[in-house]
């Protein structure tokens, strides 16, 4: 089921990919994914009006660097921004754009952006299209539906390869379930089965086992982790078979990349964030997490992080 995965003349060296996680997938967490071995990671979802309006903060969520293949995510609803973002110096970069049409927040919907578009399949194709005539690779992530009355999986695809999309990515549930339940494993192997592009299925996977079900049952040609990459990063590591280093000095490694990258406030403040996740499941993890929280450098961070993880990969929740 592990194989390499050529979309469109770009070849990624697996099919195990990290999803675009707002606020989370900056640089160093995804080069760190992909030395644990993600085939291929996006960045968090970039408002195509933040590019079209020259937004300095919009622009630093797309800082890129050795990473390859690389892929950054968009979202928007007016075809000529989403063009214009895609012809953008900032995403020059980039060998893949992604269109998030799956976003269930209120705040994208309310704007008709991201799973919005769902309701309005005359205007994706038309923001799929436009995207498209840039020149860059196009790939689409979407949601199966925006409930269980309304499911529209194979209509989508079929609508998403033929505007020019060269990969889409499936989340197999319902917009109003946002992250709730089981993936609709039945309605992500319609739309693999309605188109020729590569299928990548996303939703519920947390573990190699989850991977290969989701495969199986889907037929799909890669699959997506999100919030598992959160929680364990070495989740990649499980699913291709790479040693992965103990959580401690993968923390560590993270915080000297993120404050390098960003300064000491924004690495407190995420790496807080991180050590949050990390810790879920772990015995006495409510005190770590006040300690962690309470941390105000990265070099308390840094202490805290020693005393709390050690080098022991085993403290983390399976």
Known sequence: MLHRLEIAGMVCPDNVFLAPLAGYTNYPFRTMCMRLGAGLTFTEM?????????????????????????????????????RAACESEELAPFDLIDINMGCPMPKIVRNGDGSALLEDLPRAEKVIAACVKSGKRISVKFRIGVDEAHKIAAEAARLCEGAGACMITVHGRTRDKVYAGEPDYAAIAEAKNAVSIPVIANGGIFSKADFEEMLAKTGADGGMIARAALLRPQIFSEITGRAAPPVGALFSAQLAETKALYGERFAVVFMRKMAAFYCKGMRGAAEAKRKLFAAQTTEEVAALAQEVFGDAEETIEK
């Open 46 to 82: 970039v408002s195509a009006k933040g590019l079209f309006y020259n937004s300095e903060e919009t622009k630093k969520l797309l800082y890129c660097g050795e990473e390859t293949p690389k892929a950054a995510q968009i979202f928007g609803s007016d075809p000529a921004v989403m």
